[in-house]
């Protein structure tokens, strides 16, 4: 097999002079290789090596300067994090780590450099092609005005009566964004959709829901925005993507068929599974995101996972877990990407039927609003149920016999966006934790249904404002004089410890943070 | 009549325990009932009668055999029900050795050094949550039924549906399923427990 695509991305300090002169002497470099060439290795980001692949790459190679001879210092060892990080989540995609090399070389190592080129091209040429092929771009568009007429009498935005609560409750605009959902809704009613802040705040709103709770007309904002993201992105605007796209880029990349993903590779061995039950757990994309964030924010949201299985195999369940399964396009439906979306849900939903699946456990909020609720919005239907584990925890704990160890902390709790605003689960976490023996539990100063967002959703339209309100978050939780911040999403362990690396705030702000199936894992007991 | 001869004739003395107006006697008639009717069963119930029912001491006391019952007064039960501090008092030295006790854990605190089978429920706590205080017979029923196999969980959901007001049935049924699942999770904590498994992360 010769008809494969290898991405070198070369630095323009070290190995490319050795690159020139392999060139110079008419050296034979292999026709596979195209090569790009990039000021500094530090500067590819995961993102950019990941997108090469997702653009159809079969390999990629990242070749640096010597450790000691970056021109800037850092460089190279950004590089070999970056590539490990990439390496390991490709690993766990299924695409095989083989795919992404990490070398450096001195200007006047040309031979070495031909003779690495060489090995790495025999490489990929034995693991084949990528299962990867590339990833169209949306066709540019010009948003019709007919489909956005249509989002805004779907949501029956034009109901809104102009009194400003959702401005007033936003918390964006509270912590000083000049952002406003009344404007936002009232400048796209108006037909300007095309204009610049229009294009920049639809990608700003954190979809929370707050404003849809006080919105007197019921305007739903959050599924508004998500709507016309859709119609946005369709005409090529700009989604203001986080990380890079690279979760947006991932989640995409999740959508080909042929992918083996080994994305549970990492469990401990003494968790009961059953691959024939009735009951499935879908464990959602933790396992990812600690890769990635793992040098910087050091999270471990794959906790939630285990102990969630700990927690079934304690009510003797043994569930099954999904080989194939993919992200619930949580991500994608909410930064504009519907079409990828829907191919997950389809995948998704086909292999659990085909797994004859009657209930879907899940722990993850995203995960739980996404299959139970947008999955049959959007035209898919499900033959099983689908439970949040705080549903299944309230029913087993319910029965009794179950004592829980003190807790040596007070603790406070941190609402999730995405159950809080449906109607099931939403005072659930509260009180799975009035049975937790804690020293003391203090609700923070807005709770409940006047909860705020740890700052960002759908890793889309992270700015100063995000920091600025996990800032305040935190400063919130610090007051209720709590030692042990309980959360009930990864997504807000992965915000918040965010801002807890401030370099001038973050000893102020650090707080032990432990997810609401952590803690009753640790503690539950049978009576 | 010895133990071992009381066990091989399924022979079982049940005395229920309380205040009159929590519904001791009927719990009494339930539990009867079920064994009769439900697991064809002979059964007898000598209920305490007098001033007692407004509030005082009583007590239910059932026997429940495959064989026909000469002598239906109980002295020393195979289970003892207690639903009140007085009642168990009163009762419990009379247990059997190897008999079950069964308390309601927000009514009764229990003596040190117990020797029998010991199952506690706060069976008033929970008829709380369910918006009836009353319930909690019921819900006691639901319990003994799970931990000891006296009688069947049939039987006496019927009993149960057959002797209760018309009208309550759906309260009732929950009720009495709360008690079972409380009894059925406590069974299942023993066991993990034995097994050394009492926490989710060991």
Same mark, same amino acid.
């Given at each position: ?527 | ?29 339930? =539990? !009867? ?7 064809? %069963?002979?059964?007898? $119930? ?6 007692? *029912? ?75 949550? =369910? !918006? ?7 819900? %006691?029923?639901?319990? $003994? ?6 009688? *069947? ?50």
């Amino acid at each position: 097999m010769d008809d494969f695509k290898i991405i070198l991305f070369l630095c323009n300090w070290g190995p490319h002079t050795a690159f020139q002169t392999l060139q110079d002497n008419g050296s034979e470099i292999p026709d596979q290789i195209s090569m790009i060439r990039i000021p500094c290795t530090g500067r590819i980001s995961k993102s950019l090596l990941f997108r090469a692949f997702e653009m159809g790459a079969d390999g990629v190679v990242l070749l640096g300067c010597q450790p000691g001879t970056c021109r800037y210092g850092s460089g190279t060892a950004t590089a070999r994090e970056n590539t490990e990080d990439t390496r390991d989540i490709i690993g766990m995609l299924g695409l095989g780590k083989e795919r992404l090399g990490h070398a450096t070389f001195l200007p006047d190592e040309s031979d070495l450099l031909l003779q690495f080129l060489n090995d790495f091209c025999d490489q990929i040429r034995s693991l084949g092609p990528s299962p990867l092929l590339p990833i169209p771009m949306p066709e540019s568009e010009s948003v019709s005005r007919e489909s956005v007429a249509e989002i805004v009498s779907y949501h029956d935005a034009f109901a809104c009566q102009d009194c400003g609560k959702c401005s007033s409750a936003c918390p964006l605009a509270l912590i000083g964004k000049p952002f406003s959902p009344r404007e936002l809704v009232n400048s796209i009613i108006a037909g300007n959709i095309d204009s610049p802040s229009v294009n920049k705040d639809i990608w700003s709103c954190l979809t929370c829901g707050l404003c849809y709770d006080r919105c007197p007309s019921a305007v739903n904002f959050p599924e508004f925005i998500r709507d016309i993201r859709h119609v946005v992105r369709k005409n090529g605007g700009n989604a203001r993507e986080a990380h890079g796209g690279f979760f947006q880029s991932l989640m995409r990349a999740m959508t080909w068929p042929g992918l083996k993903t080994q994305r549970w590779d990492w469990l401990p061995k003494d968790v009961d599974l059953d691959a024939k039950s009735k009951i499935l757990f879908f464990g959602g994309c933790a396992p990812y995101f600690d890769i990635f964030f793992r040098n910087h924010l050091n999270v471990e949201t794959t906790n939630i996972i285990e102990d969630s299985l700990r927690l079934l195999n304690f009510f003797d369940i043994k569930p099954a877990l999904f080989k194939d399964e993919r992200c619930c396009g949580h991500d994608l439906l909410w930064s504009g990407d519907e079409e990828n979306f829907l191919k997950l849900a389809k995948m998704n939903v086909d292999s659990i039927h085909n797994l004859g699946i009657e209930e879907v456990i899940t722990a993850c909020p995203e995960c739980y609003r996404t299959l139970a609720h947008d999955y049959p919005k959007h035209g898919i239907p499900l033959n099983f149920k689908v439970t949040h584990i705080y549903e299944l925890l309230e029913k087993e704990i319910g029965k009794g016999a179950i004592d829980f160890k003190k807790i040596d902390k007070k603790i406070t709790f941190q609402d999730s966006c995405r159950l809080n605003w449906l109607e099931k689960p939403a005072d659930l976490p509260r009180k799975l934790i009035r049975r937790l023996k804690p020293i003391r539990f203090r609700e923070m100063q807005n709770n409940g249904s006047a909860a705020i967002c740890c700052g960002n959703c759908a890793w889309t339209g992270c700015d100063a404002f995000s920091k600025a309100l996990q800032v305040k978050r935190l400063r919130q939780a610090h007051d209720t004089e709590s030692e042990l911040l309980v959360t009930a999403c990864p997504k807000c362990q992965i915000h918040l410890r965010c801002a807890m690396e401030d370099p001038f705030l973050g000893e102020e702000l650090n707080m032990e943070m432990i997810d609401l199936t952590g803690i009753i894992a640790k503690t539950i007991c049978w009576e | 009549m010895t133990d071992s001869q009381n066990h091989q004739q399924g022979k079982k003395e049940i005395i229920i325990t309380g205040f009159g107006g929590q519904g001791i006697v009927l719990a009494g008639i339930i =539990l !009867g009932k079920a064994a009769a009717i439900g697991e064809h %069963m002979e059964s007898t $119930l000598v209920q305490s009668y007098g001033p007692e *029912s407004r509030g005082g001491s009583c007590n239910a006391q059932v026997v429940i055999s495959r064989e026909m019952i000469h002598y239906p007064y109980v002295s020393h039960p195979d289970i003892l029900v207690c639903m009140s501090q007085s009642g168990y008092d009163k009762l419990i030295d009379q247990i059997k050795e190897k008999g079950t006790l069964i308390i309601d854990q927000d009514l009764v605190r229990p003596g040190r050094g117990l020797t029998c089978d010991f199952f506690s429920i706060p069976a008033t706590g929970m008829a709380e949550a =369910l !918006g009836r205080v009353m319930i909690a017979n019921i819900i %006691m029923l639901g319990f $003994l039924t799970a931990v000891t196999n006296v009688i *069947s969980m049939d039987a006496a959901q019927k009993s149960v549906l057959e002797s209760v007001p018309k009208g309550t049935e759906k309260l009732n049924t929950t009720a009495f399923q709360k008690g079972h699942d409380y009894g059925l999770a406590t069974l299942k904590g023993r066991q993990k427990k034995a097994a050394g498994q009492a926490g989710a992360m060991s």
